[in-house]
C-alpha cells in the first residue's frame, strides 16, 4: 500500500469526509502506514494480545471520535 500512495490518497479522503466513524478508520489506516517496521514477534497485529484494561480505552476513544 505504501508503494501505491495510499498514504496520499487516505490523506486527502481524511480531509473531506464528513462520517466520524469513516475518520476514525481512516486515521487509524494512516497510523499504520505511517509507523516504523514492527518488532519481532509483532509482524502480524492480528495476532497481538491487547490487553484488556488498554483495549478498552482504545474503544473508548473511537467511540467519543465517532460521536463527533
Do not use: C, F, T
Request: overall charge negative.
Amino acid at each position: 500500500m505504501k508503494n501505491k500512495n495510499a498514504y496520499v490518497i487516505l490523506r486527502e479522503l481524511h480531509k473531506w469526509e464528513k462520517n466520524p466513524a469513516n475518520i476514525v478508520a481512516v486515521e487509524n489506516l494512516i497510523s499504520v502506514l505511517i509507523s516504523d517496521e514492527p518488532e519481532s514477534g509483532m509482524e502480524n497485529l492480528n495476532e497481538i494480545v491487547i490487553p484488556a484494561e488498554i483495549a478498552s480505552k482504545l474503544q473508548a476513544a473511537d467511540e467519543k471520535l465517532a460521536d463527533k
